[in-house]
């Protein structure tokens, strides 16, 4: 057995009928897992689980049509997913929103200050980005306590961990700094409980919303290129070496650790 092996771990990743959950998701899958693919796109979602079952083998993956900022509907994801394969081992928190998914959809605007950002649209991602997170933990953590063994994945990101002009959200800049401490709190109550929380905090990535947004903006993907040592975006897949990583026994002495997928921007 090899050290990145997930046989018979059971995983739920929120966020994941696109971008890098459903890359998380696959990854997971492919290292022998099953997993419950979460979104509230309920036809986007049932897609993606489809077309990852075609490809991985039927009963891979099931589809938790909820949405992570309802504590009820997180408990629910977690009583289907424990319902389809006996288990639940692992949390992976990628659901999240930035300051402009919630914009308008006529909205020219490619940058929110924190002068700019409007109060409702600051809590919506609060709501989503903490609160959701702070939810799934919740309602999954019983579970993995019952057996003392559980691993939860927060997806932080680079702008929670040092400052970014080039990326003016202060809102989504802040809900992801919550979750680097987050995820050192929780690691230090649950450590000796059998649970590891740690995070990934990943740079630009060619998501699906990433892509579009850049592909509007040539100036700003050229800067920020230009500010990342490695020269480029990263693309979904390459978050899936440290996710492995963190959700495997390869880990088994980490916890709260934020590592940063970042191709050297935390670095420089």
């Known amino acids: 057995m090899t050290a990145i092996d997930l046989s018979g771990k059971v995983a739920i990743v929120t966020g994941a009928s696109r971008g890098m959950g459903r890359e998380m998701a696959d990854a997971i899958i492919e290292a022998g897992g099953k997993v419950g693919m979460l979104s509230p796109d309920v036809k ?5 689980v489809a077309e990852v079952n075609a490809a ?47 914009l308008p959809k006529d909205t020219t605007d490619t940058s929110i200050n924190f002068w700019e950002t409007d ?6 991602v609060i709501n989503v980005n903490v609160i959701g997170t702070y939810n799934m933990c919740r309602a ?49 109550e649950w450590a000796d409980r059998g649970i590891r929380v740690n995070a990934v905090a990943p740079t630009f990535f060619r998501t699906n919303f990433g892509a579009a947004y850049m592909q509007s903006n040539p100036d700003l993907a050229t800067a920020i290129e230009a ?42």
């Open 44 to 48: 986007e979602l049932e897609q993606a």
């Open 56 to 102: 991985r083998g039927e009963g891979s993956a099931i589809a938790l049509p909820y949405a992570i900022d309802d504590y009820a509907q997180c408990e629910r994801a977690c009583a289907d997913t424990i319902k389809a394969f006996g288990a639940l081992h692992m949390v992976v928190n990628n659901a999240a929103i930035g300051q402009l998914n919630v």
């Open 119 to 124: 109060p409702a649209r600051w809590a919506q």
């Open 140 to 188: 999954a953590a019983p579970h993995m306590l019952a057996h003392g063994n559980g691993r939860i994945i927060n997806l932080a990101s680079i702008v929670g961990l040092v400052g970014n002009r080039l990326f003016a959200h202060i809102g989504y800049q802040a809900t992801k700094g919550a979750l680097v401490n987050v995820t050192r709190g929780l690691a230090v």
């Open 227 to 268: 500010a990342t040592p490695m020269g480029r975006f990263g693309e979904p897949w390459e978050l899936a070496g440290g996710l492995l990583y963190l959700a495997s026994r390869a880990s088994s002495m980490v916890t709260g650790v934020t590592l940063p997928i970042d191709g050297g921007w935390t670095a420089a």
